[in-house]
């Protein structure tokens, strides 16, 4: 089994993450910076189960601060695969905050990489995202599509600028590389900005739920199970394999309407959904929509879970943690 490295570990899909790696026999190292995004008390609490694992330890620090950081919050033993999923996230408010975007998803990236470089660590599994895409018109979005003019959001340009560094980390140093990009991620300790977190909770409070433009736009939603499973065979391939550089999709291969979204939570939570319709948002893209063939090549990636059945989970997550 191997020794990986999990950034952004205390997060949505960086907890699920290493409970899987855990499960699965390896050693997981976790770095975090509880960002403030949102509470640090909700972050400790996606770490409850790692930490009853003697195979994981966790160390705090921030990318952002440089080398010096990373040398001193980490340990000095091999580690084999990183797997690099800390970064500021959220279309919206990456157009009101875009140096905070660029600083912590490309100044951080790089530093994570120049760390990698010095301690020789050959192996690098970086998450992107569907928002490289943009509003390309083609559809389903496939990863060799020229994305020269897509990017519509800071935080879209943050991630693509995020899969060229690993490029020229790949050319100069020969860094093994798969990068990901994730699809409207959803399920139990999503973030409480989303739109199914925010739609649940507005439900629950008798509370009309916000259509931005006329409820048309789409999302690929991939339950959070399916994309950790697609990690976790990323992280198998690149162990069995060299020279390799690939981008991927990890999406679910289905848009789901924003009415149709609003309908199937009002299902979840037994609620019929009131609607406030308002202008569109700044930097929203149409429609997401994941070609997930390659994944299927290379990884045997098949995702699983029906939107019923996930926001069903997701629901009962919420649940148990109004009872914490």
């Known amino acids: 089994m191997a020794s990986i490295l ?31 995004f949102y509470d640090r008390a909700r972050k400790q609490q996606n770490l409850k189960s790692c930490l009853q694992y ?50 912590n998803n490309v100044v951080g990236t790089t530093h994570l990489l120049e760390w990698m470089r010095l301690r020789d660590i050959r192996k690098l599994f970086f998450a992107s995202s569907s928002s490289v895409y943009g ?77 931005f433009g006329d409820g048309t736009t789409a999302r690929d939603y991939t339950f959070v199970l399916d994309t950790v499973d697609g990690i976790a ?6 162990l069995t394999h060299d020279h390799v550089y690939e981008t991927i999709n990890l999406g679910n291969n289905r848009p789901v309407a924003l009415l149709e979204l609003i309908e199937a939570v009002g299902q979840a939570v037994h609620t019929t959904p009131q609607l406030a319709f308002q202008p569109m948002q700044a930097g929203d893209v149409d429609v997401t929509y994941a070609d997930i063939s390659k994944a299927q090549r290379l990884l045997g990636y098949a995702p699983q879970t029906t939107l019923a059945d996930g926001l069903q989970a997701f629901v009962q997550w919420m649940d148990q943690m109004e009872r914490i």
């Open 233 to 238: 065979r990323g992280v198998a391939y690149l």
């Open 6 to 36: 999990v950034t952004g570990c205390a997060g949505f899909i960086g907890s699920h993450l290493a409970e899987r790696l855990l499960h699965d026999g390896h050693r997981v190292v976790g770095l975090d910076n509880f960002d403030p």
């Open 135 to 211: 509003n390309t018109p083609e559809r389903p979005f496939r990863e060799d599509m020229n994305l020269l003019a897509s990017c519509i959001s800071p935080y879209a340009a943050s991630k693509l600028s995020g899969e060229q560094l690993t490029y020229t980390y790949h050319h100069l140093y020969g860094l093994d590389v798969l990068n990901a990009r994730f699809f409207t991620v959803y399920g139990p300790r999503q973030r409480p900005d989303l739109a199914i977190h925010k739609f649940v909770r507005l439900l629950r409070a008798g509370e009309p739920i916000p259509v």
């Open 54 to 103: 003697p195979r994981f330890t966790f160390h705090e620090a921030d990318l952002r601060q440089g080398m010096d950081a990373l040398v001193d919050a980490l340990p000095a033993d091999p580690i084999e695969v990183v797997v690099h999923l800390a970064a500021k996230a959220g279309v919206g408010p990456s157009v009101r905050e875009p140096i905070a975007y660029l600083e």
